[in-house]
């Protein structure tokens, strides 16, 4: 891959976004690249979760917008094609069996803030700045708002694709957009100490499933999630993991997942 590299270090699966030079933007061939690094990742035995980071100054300010250019001599189809495209890379990390983690070194712009919004973790430096502007320059937000009413709601939301305005990492922390700020110095090694944190102390099938069903219950009405959440727990409750790890605390035992 040109674009976009792969590689495990003790277990954690780390994506590159290597476009520095285009402040990581992203084209088809990007997407197309992030796509197949994930599946990668996601079929990776010797990577239990996943790691999202960049090279340069920006982690990614979105899309293209000499490809966006491009596309305007599109039809509609050969547009949808294309946009298409882009919302499979989104639904694939946000329903990606492994957790991923964003590692935030610098601005997460528009699409480029959708990446970051649809990890599951985030951690970021001080100073970046996040936000979706594209209502400033005459397009929509179309596809991450699917995501980001699911994780910090219809009001904050609003105020973020409406306004199109960039807010800071304290602000983004307390929308929720990311969980942690920390040190630029400190990222990679206080990003790596979580990941290790929870290969380590957890249970792959356990984070697995309940990853799914925090995007699955969303969608059924309480009743529907009720019966769901119940059929579920009792399927863990037969499970190798489960059956492991109970054995394991009432014996006292530490059990290294």
């Known amino acids: 891959m040109e674009y976009v590299h792969y590689e495990v270090k003790n277990r954690v699966g780390y994506v590159t976004l290597a476009r520095a030079e285009k402040r990581n933007a992203l084209n088809f061939e990007v997407v197309s690249e992030l796509k197949q690094a994930f599946a990668i990742a996601e079929d990776d035995e010797a990577c239990k979760l996943i790691v999202l980071r960049a090279e340069g100054k920006v982690f990614c300010a979105g899309a293209d917008l000499e490809y966006i250019q491009r596309l305007q001599e599109n039809d509609y189809h050969e547009n949808l094609l294309d946009s298409t495209h882009l919302m499979e890379l989104f639904r694939l ?116 499933v309940t990853k799914e069903m925090i995007a699955r219950v969303q969608a059924m009405s309480l009743e529907e999630g009720l019966q769901y959440a119940s059929e579920m727990n009792a399927v863990a409750r037969g499970s190798e993991d489960c059956q492991r790890g109970i054995a394991a605390f009432l014996n006292k035992g530490q059990i290294k997942w």
């Not at 596809?143 to 105020?159: C, M, N, T, W």
């Not at 807010?167 to 110095?185: C, D, F, Q, R, T």
Request: proline share 3%.
């Open 93 to 208: 990390i946000y329903t990606l069996k492994k957790v991923v983690i964003a590692q935030i070194h610098g601005h997460a712009i528009a699409g480029g803030c959708g990446l970051a919004a649809i990890c599951d973790f985030g951690f970021t430096v001080p100073d970046a700045k996040f936000g979706y502007t594209e209502v400033k320059i005459g397009f929509i937000p179309a596809i991450v708002k699917v995501f980001l009413l699911r994780k910090i709601g219809e009001s904050r939301a609003k105020q973020l694709l409406l306004t199109g305005d960039l807010i800071s990492a304290e602000e983004a922390e307390k929308y929720g957009l990311v969980n942690y700020i920390v040190p630029a110095e400190e990222l990679e090694e206080r990003v790596f100490a979580f990941a290790q944190k929870l290969c380590t102390e957890n249970s792959r099938q356990s984070m697995e």
